[in-house]
């Protein structure tokens, strides 16, 4: 295994375009977790699965905003008719609930938006 | 209350000296404190964490001491070195929600 992987690695996009990033997490690992990062911050969170359920949801995370966890493994976090304050890192990452303190982060999904 | 504040922005050190990030935090309901290390072009990776019950960590080069009642907790680098360079993050994880609170980063530069 080689760790999380998110795709694609950078996205373009014209603003009012719909937008979905992918996350791969470690196998093993219960929990999943969606973060925004834009440059010089930290990440802020968005939301959260344990398995497939999505226990908490950030007030960031607009009606635009969607994302799933379909058996409980992939991840996949839609952004519809994108505004250039959308534009940021979004990273994800993967832990075990047994050892919930360690996130393991992909290299993230670059969007901007146009 | 969610917030966790952190100084230094940035932070330049000679190599072998010592490197020192400070954060603070408001919510009482943290119950785990991380500090991730984030490269260029990378997502953050974990370092070193504490939970609020022991007042110091150390691992290596890296200690984090814990002031439970000052809600304020510290990073320090022993012998920095150049492949010290990066943005550290420190962080508070939510006991109720489970969610990790980040604050905004320091840039450390470590010359060699």
């Known amino acids: 295994d080689t760790g999380v992987s998110q795709d694609p690695r950078h996205k373009i996009t014209k603003r009012g375009q719909n937008v979905t990033f992918r996350c791969d997490p470690i196998?093993?690992?219960?929990?999943l977790y969606w973060y925004r990062q834009t440059l010089g911050q930290g990440p802020e969170f968005l939301t959260y699965?344990?398995?497939?359920?999505?226990?908490?949801k950030s007030r960031l995370l607009s009606d635009r905003f969607s994302a799933e966890r379909p058996k409980g493994s992939f991840s996949t976090l839609e952004i519809q008719r994108t505004e250039q304050g959308d534009s940021a890192m979004y990273l994800c990452?993967?832990?075990?609930?047994?050892?919930?303190?360690?996130?393991?982060f992909g290299e993230g999904s670059r969007l901007t938006v146009l | 209350q969610q917030q966790v504040k952190q100084s230094p922005q940035s932070l330049i050190v000679q190599k072998g000296g010592i490197s020192i990030i400070n954060c603070a935090y408001e919510?009482?309901?943290?119950?785990?404190f991380p500090w991730y290390q984030q490269f260029p072009g990378k997502g953050p990776a974990l370092l070193i964490a504490?939970?609020?019950?022991?007042s110091e960590k150390k691992e290596g080069r890296f200690t984090i001491s814990f002031n439970k009642s000052a809600k304020q907790f510290s990073l320090h680098i022993m012998d920095s070195q150049p492949g010290d360079s990066a943005t550290y993050f420190c962080?508070?994880?939510?006991?109720?929600?489970?969610?990790?609170?980040f604050g905004p980063g320091t840039r450390l530069s470590v010359l060699p």
């Open positions: 990452a993967s832990s075990l609930v047994q050892v919930a303190g360690e996130l393991f």
């Open positions: 699965f344990q398995n497939e359920a999505q226990l908490e």
């Open positions: 196998s093993e690992h219960n929990r």
């Open positions: 504490i939970r609020p019950d022991v």
């Open positions: 919510n009482t309901a943290f119950d785990y």
């Open positions: 962080a508070g994880r939510d006991n109720y929600g489970q969610n990790f609170v």
